[in-house]
């Protein structure tokens, strides 16, 4: 439903055309702007083209050299980092009101399962990486998605793959917390965390997915992949996926038996 784009954000875009328009009607060289807010050259032309998102610092020193009085600060609301990549808005929309969700995870961690060690480590793994105000966003926002968990009228199935398990992310520590952490937050009746064993063949292998069905008992499907989402409503496709869940939950531990796997594996580290 969303297509991911080249383009970085309309408001960085916009905001940076509008400081270039006001240094040139007044002007103010690039140069002057870059020392003036102690930017490099390259920094300052990056935020100008909307290829960077520009800061505080730098909208407070090009309003005070150009005297727009307050009109290019005024950007700062406009500016605030994303709190989901673009691709992911649908997605995390309908994961909300979602009465069941349904994921297969062959390669992280879901995002709902996630410690913050863990997210923070991921995040930071992001190429190109993101600017610290951005970072903290993420983090924060992934870690409040978490409270869907609380709610128990909706059902959420987790089936992970055994690799997942194994590799660790950061330093050992940090691995055992998160295992210990699927652990605690399957518990709950209405949460279930099963292990895909890592040997043999099945669908699951084509990649990760997630399966919704909202109050209203529309069913629909998730994929995503390194640089887009795509949130699928096709009865066809959707029913597709759901087939290769279940084949996927016949190959799976049940949740018994993945909740031994996964003490004996953090005890093991």
């Not at 006001?22 to 909307?50: C, D, F, P």
Request: glycine fraction near 4%; proline fraction near 5%.
């Amino acid at each position: 439903m969303t297509n991911e784009t080249s383009q970085p954000p309309t408001a960085w875009r916009y905001c940076g055309n509008q400081i270039k328009l006001w240094r040139e009607r007044t002007g103010v060289t690039r140069e002057e702007l870059a020392k003036a807010s102690n930017y490099e050259y390259e920094t300052i032309k990056s935020m100008e083209q909307g290829r960077r998102r520009p800061t505080l610092r730098m909208l407070e020193v090009a309003d005070e050299l150009c005297g727009a009085r307050g009109l290019l600060i005024a950007a700062t609301d406009y500016l605030k980092p994303e709190k989901f990549v673009p691709f992911a808005v649908d997605f995390m929309q309908y994961e909300a009101v979602a009465t069941v969700l349904s994921s297969f995870q062959n390669q992280l961690i879901p995002g709902l399962l996630q410690t913050e060690a863990t997210a923070r480590a991921l995040f930071n793994a992001n190429w190109p990486p993101p600017d610290d105000e951005t970072l903290e966003e993420r983090i924060a926002t992934r870690l409040a998605r978490q409270s869907l968990l609380e709610t128990q009228t909706k059902s959420f199935n987790f089936v992970i793959d055994e690799a997942v398990l194994r590799r660790r992310v950061s330093d050992r520590e940090t691995h055992v917390q998160q295992l210990r952490h699927l652990l605690a937050i399957g518990a709950p009746r209405h949460i279930t965390i099963q292990v895909m064993p890592a040997t043999g063949a099945h669908p699951g292998l084509n990649g990760a997915f997630v399966l919704l069905q909202t109050p209203e008992h529309e069913q629909l499907a998730y994929e995503e992949g390194q640089a887009m989402g795509r949130l699928y409503t096709d009865a066809q496709k959707v029913n597709m996926l759901a087939q290769r869940y279940a084949m996927i939950l016949r190959r799976a531990l049940n949740p018994e038996d993945s909740a031994q796997f996964i003490t004996k594996l953090a005890e093991e580290l």
